[in-house]
C-alpha cells in the first residue's frame, strides 16, 4: 500500500473515531455559577493595558473541557482534556465513556495524532487544515493557543496605539492592524477582552470570537466560555472550561507523541492550509 494511500486510510479512520466520540460523548449542560458582566467603559488605553498585562502574565492552560461543535459534519458535544502553551504547543485529549479515544499533539510546525485503539500514530504538518480535521479549530496552533487562552490574536498589535475606538453596545471595540492583510477589533467590557474579531481587506469578518463568564481563579479573572465562529464552512465552536488552571510547568514531552511497541506510523499528506472566507458583518 502506498503511503499516500495509508496516509489518507488513516485520516478517515481517525475522523470517524472522532466523530463517535463526539456523539457518544453528548453531555447535558451543567450549572454554573456565573460572575456578573461589568458594564463600565474603559478609555482605550485603559483597555489595550489591561490586556497586555494579561499577555505577559499569562503562559499556559490546562483544563477538562466540554466541546460543542456545529457545522457541516452536524452538531457534537464532547468531554475533552485540554493543554495549551505558548506560543504554539496545544494538546488535545478526546474522551469516551471508555477512557482517551483520541490524542492530537501540535508542537510549532509538527501535528501528531494518536489512536489507541489500533495502535496507530499520524504524523505531519501542523497548520490550520489539519487542525481543523482533527480539534475542529481552523487556526494555525500559535493562533489557537492565543484563542483558547483569551489573548489578542497576535500579540504584536498591542505594542501601538489602536487605529480606531467606538463603543459598540456596552464594550468598548478598539481597531488594529494586524500582520500582512489582517485587521482585527478588539472589544472590551469593563477591563475584559469579550470579543475578537478578524476582518480581511474588504473590511469582511472571517472570525469572531467570544468570551463570557469570566471567574475569579486565584491569579486573575478568567473566561469560562469561549464561543467562536469560522465562515469556512459555517462552524462555530463552544467550549465551556471545567476547572482552569494557568502557568503550571508543562514539560515539552507532553507534546511529543511517541510510537508504542507494534504501533503504525503513518505521515499525513496535508499540505494547503484552509483559508478563511468571509462571512457576514
Do not use: W
Amino acid at each position: 500500500m502506498s503511503n499516500n494511500t495509508r496516509s489518507i486510510s488513516g485520516l478517515r479512520a481517525a475522523a470517524h473515531i472522532l466523530a463517535v466520540v463526539l456523539i457518544l460523548s453528548g453531555l447535558t449542560g451543567c450549572a454554573a455559577r456565573r460572575a456578573a458582566t461589568p458594564n463600565l467603559i474603559l478609555p482605550p488605553e485603559n483597555a489595550a493595558s489591561s490586556l497586555a498585562d494579561r499577555d505577559h502574565l499569562l503562559t499556559s492552560l490546562q483544563t477538562p473541557v466540554i466541546m460543542d461543535y456545529s457545522g457541516p459534519s452536524g452538531h457534537f458535544k464532547a468531554r475533552e482534556q485540554l493543554i495549551a502553551r505558548r506560543p504554539a504547543s496545544l494538546r488535545v485529549d478526546a474522551m469516551s465513556p471508555l477512557g482517551v479515544a483520541l490524542i492530537v499533539a501540535a508542537d510549532g510546525a509538527q501535528i501528531a495524532v494518536f489512536n489507541p485503539a489500533n495502535n496507530t500514530l499520524m504524523r505531519g504538518t501542523a497548520n490550520a487544515t489539519t487542525l481543523a480535521h482533527f480539534t475542529r479549530i481552523p487556526m494555525a496552533p500559535a493562533q489557537a493557543v492565543q484563542l483558547l487562552l483569551g489573548l489578542a490574536p497576535d500579540n504584536s498589535i498591542l505594542a501601538a496605539a489602536p487605529s480606531g475606538s467606538r463603543t459598540e453596545g456596552d464594550m468598548r471595540v478598539l481597531s488594529y492592524a494586524g500582520t500582512g492583510a489582517v485587521g482585527y477589533e478588539l472589544g472590551f467590557s469593563g477591563d475584559q477582552l469579550v470579543l475578537v474579531r478578524a476582518r480581511n481587506t474588504a473590511g469582511q469578518v472571517t472570525y469572531e470570537v467570544h468570551y463570557a463568564d469570566y471567574r475569579d481563579i486565584g491569579a486573575m479573572k478568567f473566561p469560562f466560555e469561549i464561543e467562536a465562529f469560522f465562515f469556512a464552512n459555517a462552524t462555530t465552536i463552544k467550549f465551556h472550561y471545567l476547572n482552569p488552571l494557568i502557568d503550571r510547568q508543562i514539560t515539552d514531552s507532553t507534546f511529543v507523541l511517541s510510537p508504542r511497541p507494534g504501533t503504525r506510523l503513518i505521515e499525513l499528506g496535508f499540505v494547503a492550509p484552509l483559508t478563511l472566507h468571509a462571512g457576514p458583518g
